[in-house]
């Protein structure tokens, strides 16, 4: 059974920084692509940050760009999302997900992720 376990939020204040991580079980970690989503209070469910198996690729929503850095330890089944100088906007529930996919662009669409975490709340103070 694959599961994924969110950890790391928290409450931070503004233009501080946090790191997430996705601890993953039950399948082979390096075969799959991971993804980062994001889901503030009364939307949609958005793309925040992805990484290819390899570790050789990783695309990122344009509002983190420049902020937020998704990494991998293929050796650990872990996936990172290190994010600075937050903003209240970043405020939202974070999942991690996985893909079965050998492209080398990661997916940025929900819909390419197979499985998916519970998520961890991440609380950004003005």
């Known amino acids: 059974q694959v599961q994924l376990v969110e950890s790391g939020g928290g409450l931070v204040q503004a233009g501080g920084s946090l790191r997430l991580s996705c601890a993953v079980s039950?399948?082979?970690?390096?075969?799959?692509?991971m993804g980062w989503f994001r889901q503030p209070l009364g939307k949609e469910r958005e793309f925040v940050a992805a990484?290819?198996?390899?570790?050789?690729?990783?695309a990122y929503a344009d509002s983190v760009k420049g902020r937020f850095t998704i990494s991998r330890d293929n050796a650990e089944s872990t996936v990172y999302l290190q994010m600075n100088s937050l903003k209240p906007e970043d405020a939202a529930i974070y999942y991690c997900a996985t893909a079965l996919t050998s492209r080398i662009i990661p997916p940025t669409g929900k819909s390419a992720y197979d499985y998916w975490g519970r998520g961890t709340q991440v609380t950004v103070s003005s």
């Open positions: 039950g399948h082979t970690f390096s075969t799959y692509a």
């Open positions: 990484i290819t198996r390899s570790n050789r690729a990783t």
